[in-house]
């Protein structure tokens, strides 16, 4: 999916009165690692039962980091001149559709930081009005857009990039 057509997905979901300046699809920190993880662990068992349960639970790494760390499964943050909206969203086939508000950030009030990782970026979004820190993970590369999200939050690199993030 193309940047234009995330930023359009927002701003159907949105309506026309916000302005989507960025958009990207963004998934659970901890996900791609821990997918890694679990798939890397099946293959080493050596056995094909083995190997297809690592496959099955690598799979099921992201509803697993979602219900954990409290997000949906896939949040395509929108951000507008005053706002970041972060939408839970439903995959179909290669699309990503906006189904709710999950959350919604007045940008001059929240902090964005980023760690960087080998295949993703880990974005924290703090928000103050609530104390709680949210945290998603945006491939590098890739049709998620996850970069134009961060580069157009000004997200703030963090060092050294946390343990989890692939």
Not at 85 to 108: K, N, S, Y
Not at 146 to 155: G, N, P, Q, R
Request: glycine fraction near 10%; charge should be negative.
């Amino acid at each position: 999916m193309s940047d234009q057509k995330l930023i359009d997905e927002a701003t159907r979901f949105l309506g026309d009165d916000e302005q989507v300046l960025a958009a990207g699809m963004f998934q659970p920190r901890g996900t791609t690692g821990g997918r890694m993880s679990v798939t890397g662990a099946g293959f080493m068992t050596d056995s094909l039962a083995g190997e297809v349960a690592g496959a099955v639970a690598g799979l099921a790494s992201g509803q697993a980091m979602s219900r954990a760390d409290g997000v949906p499964r896939w949040t395509l943050l929108a951000l507008t001149p005053t706002t970041l909206h972060a939408l839970a969203c439903a995959q179909r086939g290669t699309r990503w559709v906006p189904e709710e508000v999950f959350a919604t950030f007045d940008r001059a009030r929240i902090r964005a930081t980023v760690h960087a990782g080998v295949n993703v970026r880990v974005l924290t979004i703090e928000d103050p009005d609530t104390g709680r820190s949210y945290g998603w993970e945006g491939y590098r590369f890739g049709p998620a857009h996850a970069k134009d999200v961060i580069e157009a939050l000004d997200a703030e690199p963090v060092d050294p990039p946390p343990d989890d993030d692939a």
